[in-house]
């Protein structure tokens, strides 16, 4: 990375940063959950973008974070810190023990059972106690949403450099070549069962975090928002939208979409359930790599770019 | 000479067939090995089943000394087997620089090197091939020819002390043939030993140190390639009995 590219960086997170100070109440409220809807991106990145698996389990990460921080800080009266550590605890424990049999499973084989997670979790949590079951639980409440902010833009940072690492290290090597071809990885030497595991705990492990942070910025949790699986549908729209298997697309992605999708609920409220059914349709035929691709090859190819991708679908 | 892959009564059967019936046999260090065969004969599933793609129904495969039979492909990477496919199997979408960076940086040997000294044996790979000018590429820009190239340098970066070569010559003109003639020579020089599977009977009968034949799943003749291709049993399965 040259210092020029680092000197930008910095300065956009600092400028990010620097939000809250000037910004208004709404306007962190929603940098809040545009961040941690980053997060989600990013993480479902690591997994479906370099790895090439297609999960709809993340949303799960998502659920077991939330749940990690409520039941420590509500059951057992533990801090904040500590509850983030259980939960991705779990997600990683979950990760692996789920990841071993589903990673078998190749494309839609895959989805599909991912798919099926979180209903699954949704049953489970409705019937223990210690989670409150389907009532939820209801955790103390920090009126302090400049912190919030300022967690979710580190934890999106953190993700996005562990990312970077990853388009050049041996491990990210590994997950790109698993993507682009499975077996011809294997007779490479990658261990392809440890490293899709590995990248579907560390994709969790980021998930999970989001989960937890939001928890305590909601202050309340039941099964059915935790586990919610439009919520991974998101994720996947913002990371494909951006870009997947990029460093900055679905950072791009979810934070363009969110931008609009506020607008457009709070101008247009009747066609904002609408915008993501239709950003889906024109992302995968217009753009079925992201603004990332556009950004590098609109140049060469100007507008035919998109006349391209069409052809390429035979639509 | 010592062997250094030893196969003993490999079967591999699928469903009712069975594409591999009780094969064995020596590759020796540093020796080419000629593997021949009609279409359908098992060559690749052999190959497979050394690269551990494909697990043997039954019988026992030895390398180096160690039973690998039950070795996932990966670990068999890391001792020292590659292998190119027939059905070339690039990582599309990344350049042809990384693809065999790949191979530099997972092959044999537990650690290997970072990426910058990588991509720097990949290139000494690629150039080696002759494919030094198209580094930049994305493998899914070669043509066949390049493809096949790009394997061999893809299975040499993981540095093997085995290289399977799943018909690597196939589809090219004899000028290329020639040029990955001389490529698998300089290969064997190196210390590599090597197992070539071919249908171009001319470019394999001289490059063989040993010719070993398949039909219909067994092996039907092993030895001297001049005596091999002259073996009754060998000019009959692909030629047809003669009629008398």
């Known amino acids: 990375m040259t210092a020029a590219r680092i000197a930008l960086a910095s300065l956009a997170i600092a400028v990010l940063a620097a939000v809250p100070w000037f910004g208004s109440d709404v306007l962190v409220q929603f940098g809040i959950n545009a961040l941690l809807l980053a997060v989600l991106a990013q993480g479902w990145n690591i997994i479906g973008g370099y790895a090439g698996y297609a999960s709809f389990g993340n949303s799960v990460f998502y659920g077991l974070g939330s749940y990690g921080v409520a039941i420590t800080m509500v059951q057992w009266e533990l801090p904040f810190a500590f509850g983030l550590a259980f939960g991705v605890l779990m997600a990683v424990i979950f990760a692996f023990l789920l990841g071993l049999p589903v990673l078998r499973l190749k494309g839609h084989y895959f989805a599909i059972a991912t798919l099926a997670l979180a209903q699954v979790m949704i049953a489970i949590v409705s019937n223990v ?11 103390p409440p920090l009126n302090n949403d400049p912190l919030f902010y300022e967690l979710a833009l580190g934890l999106l940072t953190a993700v996005t450099l562990t990312i970077f690492w990853l388009t050049r290290s041996r491990f990210g090597f590994g997950l790109i070549a698993i993507r682009e071809n499975e077996e011809g990885a294997a007779v490479m030497g990658v261990n392809t069962t440890l490293y899709k595991v590995l990248a579907f705990a560390l994709s969790g492990v980021f998930s999970a975090l989001a989960g937890g ?10 099964p059915e928002s935790a586990f919610d699986i439009s919520l991974n549908v998101k994720m996947i729209i913002m990371a494909v939208f951006g870009g997947p298997g990029t460093i900055l697309g679905p950072v791009i992605g979810a ?5 609009v999708s506020e607008l457009l609920s709070s101008e247009v409220t009747s066609v904002a359930g609408l915008f993501f059914g239709i950003v889906v349709v024109a992302a995968v035929v ?11 090859r609109f140049r060469k190819s100007g507008w035919r770019y998109f006349a391209e991708n069409i052809k390429a679908h035979r639509i | 000479m010592s062997a250094i892959l030893e196969i003993s009564h490999v079967t591999r059967r699928f469903a009712g067939l069975v594409a591999v019936n009780d094969v064995s046999f020596t590759l020796d260090e540093g020796e080419i090995l000629g593997v021949i065969g009609p279409n359908g004969a098992g060559k690749t599933t052999l190959v497979s089943m050394i690269s551990g793609t494909l697990a043997p129904s039954s019988g026992n495969i030895v390398f180096e000394g160690n039973s690998i039979t039950r070795l996932p492909a990966f670990r068999r990477a890391r001792l020292g087997i590659g292998r190119t496919f027939q059905i070339m199997r690039p990582f599309p979408g990344l350049s042809v620089l990384d693809n065999v960076a790949v191979g530099a940086l997972f092959g044999r040997g537990e650690e290997t090197a970072g990426l910058a000294e990588a991509r720097e044996r990949a290139l000494g790979y690629l150039e080696f091939v002759g494919l030094g000018k ?13 493809r096949k190239r790009l394997e061999l340098a893809k299975a040499l ?26 490529v698998i020579r300089k290969v064997r020089d190196e210390g590599i030993s090597i197992l070539v599977i071919e249908h171009v009977i001319k470019a394999i009968k001289s490059l063989s140190d040993r010719l070993l034949v398949l039909h219909h799943g067994e092996k039907i003749a092993d030895g001297e390639p001049e005596a091999v291709l002259s073996d009754a049993a060998v000019v009959e399965a692909y030629l047809g009995k003669r009629r008398a």
Not at chain 1, 130 to 138: D, E, F, M, Y
Not at chain 1, 255 to 259: D, G, H, I, P, V
Not at chain 1, 286 to 296: E, T
């Open chain 2, 134 to 146: 198209s580094i930049g590429r994305r493998a899914d820009e070669l043509g066949g020819p390049g």
């Open chain 1, 255 to 259: 934070l363009t979409l969110s931008a």
């Open chain 1, 129 to 139: 106690p210690l989670a409150g079951q389907n009532i939820g639980l209801v955790l």
């Open chain 1, 286 to 296: 217009l753009m079925p790599r992201g603004l990332a691709d556009i950004v590098r």
């Open chain 1, 213 to 222: 942070i939001h928890a305590y910025w909601i202050t309340f949790l039941d």
């Open chain 2, 157 to 182: 970066a993981m540095q093997p002390k085995l290289l399977l070569c799943d018909e690597v010559m196939a589809g090219l003109n004899h000028v290329e043939i020639d040029e990955v003639v001389e």
